[in-house]
């Protein structure tokens, strides 16, 4: 994370548009949910600083598509339910099958209420 190649966050950022473009063609009544899921606290804070320009530009896109599109972006990285339990990662960045069931419990409440 230590470098930004532009070149290849424009070229994942035309796929991400046509994917979009194709959702929408196919069934324009879709649903489309934009989700960020959280890694152990640990890692969060060690990846922090380096992830700042990152998350602009992220930022900065999802800001674009959503003037041609419409979705909903759900961030769960600061889920305090999830990232402060160890025993819910299979490693600092990967959730483990009780940490799946944990998150996907999370997603629901926040989609379905």
Request: proline letters at 2%; aromatic letters at 16%; a negative charge.
């Amino acid at each position: 994370i230590k470098n930004v190649f532009d070149k290849t966050i424009k070229e994942n950022q035309r796929y991400l548009e046509a994917l979009l473009e194709l959702l929408k063609q196919i069934n324009p009544e879709v649903e489309i949910y934009f989700t960020l899921i959280p890694k152990y606290v640990e890692v969060e804070a060690m990846e922090a600083e380096q992830m700042l320009k990152h998350k602009s530009i992220f930022f900065n896109i999802l800001d674009d598509l959503s003037k041609k599109f419409e979705f909903t972006f759900l961030d769960f990285k600061e889920c305090s339910n999830i990232k402060y339990n160890r025993n819910y990662f299979n490693d600092a960045n990967h959730l483990n099958y009780y940490g799946a069931i944990k998150f996907t419990n999370e997603l629901n409440r926040m989609i379905f209420g």
